[in-house]
């Protein structure tokens, strides 16, 4: 029995003949999906879907509606691009009408944040059964007695099907692809992609206008409790592990990727995970693993035997953004509100492709603001002929592309909750050591050398050892830490070859930095500001 709201589409101005599907649970919505064509199941009972030429977020395909709502409050840039009110309004006029062209609609009724005090009610409609399955998924569920009366306060539409007109819609030239925001509406249209990620970050990029103001900080972050009740939490870019090292048998889970942060909690925005699939093995990665063995799960564009359904996570040949969506109850002992304490750790997660960063460093709240404005990490090489060294990329906060207003809100609400709070700051790299990413024979920081310096970081034991100041960044690194080569710990000493290439590797990454900052130095304090210039 489908449970509809008593505010149906008609209340929105909607109007279609479809056969609308509401609130459908998870086995409906799988059998709408295989009975469409959607995708299809592989041998254990994860839902195969592929996504097409859009693999990844279209972030050059984003805009947010310029008017008199948001000209004072959002950061303008190259982020955030702006669309004229017109532009939407003619969108908007051809996004209804192809609703009410379609024979048949998928509508699920779902809650952003799942601290009830925080949380904004959100409607999504899709054409296609995976896509709200997919949302259904990584939002969070009311209960089926709230959904009779459930009033969205955002609404998302969502139709891959939908070819944008750039002259007419306002998007980028060339392109039919769009993802247009309204915060005056409270409507946001997604059309010409089939990439499911763009609805969870719209809800993302909504709660991070939404929640400032408040006096919560939203953040793009992992976050679990340990045994002892202490929150930590993991800010980081995709690849850097956040997802990964959040998912510790030994910790209750509170979510994988968005969060907020209020005067009582560390509340998770969502209902489930979205998971990197890509090179996936049950030894490094068990409990994420053990997911895409479950009925319920989406995996995107993992490739799968057509004739065993067995599935290959080390085949990049339909994306090398791989995804799977799963409950966050997949994963063993999760928290049961998916909410828990405010945090006493805080965790930068990095993949440094330079070889320059040590595994892990304490951080002083100046340090952690400046490295959280920075938002570093680094791409491989070797994407592109000719390309032969790592790429520095900077995310402000750690999710620029979700962060509508400016940097320095985000930033000074980060402060000032460290301060409060007393919270410990580390900077973890999950990337290369030894030597560029490119250099022969040069491989990862061990995974497990990771887990157990974060664990010594949680549980306080690394507080107690000798550290030395990096000469480079000037942050706090531990000298020796029991069971761990020291070699690793200080990277000038890992480095196979020269050391002056060590040196000069280095110097060109502080350079970036300091390049990168400038932009914030009139928003920061002049401690802030400092940071590495004090380092150097």
Same mark, same amino acid.
Request: aromatic share 8%; proline share 6%; net charge negative.
């Given at each position: ?156 539409? *969502? ?155 080390? *085949? ?221």
């Amino acid at each position: 029995m489908q449970a509809k709201s008593s505010f149906g589409l008609s209340e929105q101005g909607i109007t279609t003949s479809a056969d609308v599907q509401w609130n459908l649970l998870t086995a409906p919505l799988v059998e709408e999906a295989l009975r469409n064509g959607e995708g299809k199941l592989a041998k254990e009972g994860p839902l195969v879907v592929a996504t097409g030429k859009h693999t990844g977020r279209s972030a050059k395909d984003k805009f947010i509606v310029r008017d008199a709502t948001t000209e004072e409050t959002i950061g303008w840039g190259d982020v955030n691009i702006g669309m004229t009110p017109e532009h939407f309004a003619a969108l908007k006029a051809d996004f209804y009408a192809a609703l009410g062209e379609k024979k048949k609609l998928y509508v699920a009724d779902l809650y952003g944040g799942s601290q009830p005090e925080h949380r904004v009610n959100v409607r999504v409609i899709n054409e296609l059964a995976w896509h709200n399955l997919f949302i259904r998924t990584l939002l969070v569920r009311p209960e089926a007695s709230e959904l009779a009366g459930f009033t969205p306060e955002y609404t998302i539409i *969502d139709l891959p099907s939908f070819k944008a007109d750039p002259a007419r819609h306002g998007g980028r030239a060339g392109s039919d692809t769009i993802i247009a925001v309204n915060f005056t509406e409270k409507l946001i249209l997604i059309g010409g992609t089939a990439y499911a990620g763009e609805m969870k970050k719209s809800v993302f990029s909504i709660l991070n206008y939404l929640l400032p103001p408040k006096g919560i900080m939203p953040m793009h972050c992992s976050a679990n409790i340990g045994p002892n009740g202490d929150t930590a939490v993991f800010f980081g870019l995709s690849g850097t592990g956040k997802t990964t090292l959040s998912a510790d048998a030994s910790r209750t889970l509170i979510g994988d990727d968005e969060h907020g942060w209020s005067d009582t909690a560390v509340f998770n925005f969502e209902g489930g995970c979205y998971a990197k699939m890509i090179n996936l093995s049950a030894e490094a990665e068990p409990e994420i693993f053990a997911t895409s063995k479950r009925f319920g799960t989406v995996l995107e564009n993992v490739v799968m035997d057509p004739e065993t359904r067995e599935l290959d996570f080390n *085949d990049n040949s339909l994306a090398e953004n791989s995804r799977g969506s799963y409950p966050l109850d997949f994963i063993p002992n999760t928290s049961e509100k998916n909410l828990g304490p405010v945090p006493k750790n805080i965790i930068f997660l990095t993949a440094d492709a330079y070889g320059v960063l040590p595994p892990i460093s304490r951080l002083s709240p100046d340090q952690a603001m400046y490295h959280f404005l920075s938002g570093y990490t680094a791409r491989v090489a070797g994407t592109e002929i000719g390309v032969t060294e790592p790429t520095a990329t900077f995310s402000t906060c750690f999710g620029a592309p979700f962060m509508p207003r400016p940097p320095s809100v985000y930033g000074n609400l980060l402060k000032e909750r460290i301060a409060k709070g007393g919270v410990k700051c580390w900077l973890v790299n999950t990337g290369w050591t030894g030597g560029k990413a490119t250099d022969p024979g040069i491989k990862r920081m061990p995974i497990k050398v990771t887990r157990a310096l974060l664990n010594a970081a949680l549980d306080g034991s690394l507080n107690d050892v000798e550290f030395r100041i990096d000469p480079n960044f000037g942050f706090e690194v531990p000298v020796a830490v029991a069971g761990i080569d020291s070699n690793l710990l200080d990277p000038r000493a890992a480095w196979q070859g020269d050391k002056a290439g060590y040196d000069e590797t280095a110097a060109k990454l502080v350079r970036q930095f300091v390049e990168n900052f400038a932009q914030f130095e009139n928003d920061v304090d002049a401690s802030v500001r400092e940071v590495m210039t004090v380092a150097a």
